[in-house]
């Protein structure tokens, strides 16, 4: 059982720059996909940035060369350095793990609120 609990949420203003966490309990360096979701009101959860297995990253168009995601496996934590944020880019962002053998996890999830 591996707990995920996202952090560094807030409020900025366009333009600006914020950066989450996802702490783990367990072990996240051998998850087959480590991602970042949001969902914004009224829309589906998409894929915002991943890890697909121990090395390639995936990025949702809208977010490339904007956003970053890195990990840190010694401290079982996943990062994503948001830059030049946006207003569409409001969301509650959403940690996920997903390991070999069907176990799925969630965070909670941490409210990115972007103003204008």
């Known amino acids: 059982q591996v707990q995920l609990v996202e952090s560094g949420g807030g409020l900025v203003q366009a333009g600006g720059s914020l950066r989450l966490s996802c702490a783990a309990s367990?072990?996240?360096?051998?998850?087959?996909?480590l991602d970042w979701y949001r969902q914004a009101p009224g829309k589906q959860r998409e894929l915002v940035a991943g890890?697909?297995?121990?090395?390639?990253?995936r990025y949702a168009d809208s977010v490339k060369g904007r956003f970053t995601i890195s990990r840190d496996n010694g401290k079982n934590t996943v990062y994503l350095q948001m830059n030049s944020l946006k207003p569409e880019d409001t969301a509650v962002y959403y940690c996920?793990?997903?390991?070999?053998?069907?176990?799925?996890?969630w965070g909670q999830g941490t409210q990115v609120t972007v103003s204008s």
């Open positions: 996920h793990a997903f390991f070999r053998g069907g176990a799925n996890y």
């Open positions: 367990g072990s996240i360096f051998s998850a087959n996909l």
């Open positions: 890890f697909v297995g121990g090395g390639p990253t």
